[in-house]
C-alpha cells in the first residue's frame, strides 16, 4: 500500500474540494463556521456540520501551509475518519496532492453527540476561537491497509472521504479486531510491515526509494468536546440541570504508517 497522488491534469483543485464537500454535506446538515487560531499563530476559517439524520458530525478546516483537513465522527457505527491533503513538492518530483485517510475507533464522549452540535449558535462571527482545554498527543500505529470496496459494512462515510486516497487508508489492529467481533467483514483489512525489523523512520533514511515507517502529525485545533450543565433552583431551593453551553478542546494525533518509498514521506525531513 502506498500514498496515492492526485496528479495535475486530473483534477483541479477547486473542482476537487468542491465535490469532496458536496459529497460530505449532502443530507439534513447544520452548518457553523468559526475562525479559529491554529498553533503557529495564524487563524483559519473551521467548517463544523452536524447531520442528525446520519448521526455524524464533521470538522473541517485548512491549515497554514495549504493541507485540508477533514474529520468525520460517525456516531452510528462508532467510527472516526481523518483526511489530509496534502501539496505536494512538484520541484522533488511530486504530483500536485497526496491524500491520506486513517480510521479509528470513535469512543464515547470524545465530542459533543450531533443533535447537541446541530443546536449551537455563536453570538459573535467574528471572534477569534482557542479551545479551552488542550489534550495530549495521541500515538497511533496504523498498521493495517483497508480495501475501499467492502468499507460499506464499517461506516458510509469511508467511501465519500477516503475516495482520494484509494491506497492511502490506514487502521489499527486494536481497532479491526473490535470490528471483527461486531460482524465486520474482515477481506476488507490487510496487515501491514510497521514492526518489521531494520524498518527505519523515513526522517532517518537517506534513499528517496527504501522503504520506511511514515508519521504523520494533525491537530484538530477547536471543536466542542463537552456539554457544560447548569442548574436552576426553585423556590425551595432545589436544583434542575439544564445544557448551558460547550466544552472545547483541541486534540493532536500522531499516525505512524508504512511506506514501500520515503518519497511519500517528505515532510519528515522538516521534523
Not at 470496496?149 to 465519500?160: D, V
Request: proline share 3%; hydrophobic share 35%; aromatic share 8%.
Amino acid at each position: 500500500m502506498f500514498a496515492r497522488w492526485i496528479s495535475p491534469g486530473s483534477v483541479r483543485l477547486t473542482v476537487l474540494l468542491w465535490l469532496l464537500t458536496v459529497s460530505l454535506t449532502l443530507g439534513s446538515a447544520s452548518e457553523l463556521k468559526v475562525r479559529v487560531r491554529l498553533a503557529d499563530g495564524q487563524i483559519t476559517d473551521e467548517l463544523l456540520e452536524a447531520d442528525s439524520e446520519k448521526d455524524s458530525i464533521t470538522v473541517e478546516f485548512k491549515q497554514g501551509d495549504g493541507t485540508l483537513i477533514t474529520f468525520v465522527a460517525d456516531f452510528k457505527q462508532d467510527v472516526k475518519i481523518f483526511r489530509a491533503l496534502i501539496l505536494g513538492e512538484l520541484e522533488r518530483g511530486q504530483s500536485q496532492y497526496q491524500a491520506l485517510c486513517f480510521i479509528t475507533r470513535l469512543n464515547h464522549n470524545e465530542i459533543i453527540p450531533s443533535e447537541s452540535m446541530a443546536r449551537l449558535r455563536q453570538k459573535n462571527p467574528l471572534a477569534i476561537r482557542t479551545a479551552e482545554e488542550k489534550r495530549s498527543t495521541e500515538m497511533l500505529s496504523m498498521d493495517v491497509a483497508v480495501n475501499l470496496t467492502r468499507t460499506w459494512q464499517l461506516s458510509t462515510h469511508i467511501h465519500n472521504m477516503c475516495n482520494v486516497a484509494l491506497e492511502a487508508v490506514y487502521t489499527r489492529e486494536a481497532d479491526v479486531r473490535h470490528w471483527l467481533d461486531r460482524g465486520v467483514e474482515g477481506s476488507m483489512f490487510e496487515p501491514q510491515a510497521v514492526e518489521v525489523p531494520g524498518l527505519q523512520s523515513c526522517g532517518t533514511v537517506k534513499d528517496l526509494w527504501q522503504p520506511c515507517l511514515c508519521s504523520y502529525n494533525l491537530r484538530l485545533e477547536w471543536y466542542p468536546c463537552l456539554l457544560k450543565y447548569c442548574r436552576n433552583r426553585d423556590v425551595s431551593g432545589r436544583g434542575s440541570p439544564y445544557k448551558c453551553g460547550i466544552k472545547s478542546c483541541s486534540k493532536g494525533y500522531q499516525f505512524t504508517y508504512y511506506v514501500p518509498h520515503k518519497q511519500l514521506c517528505l515532510w519528515e525531513e522538516e521534523t
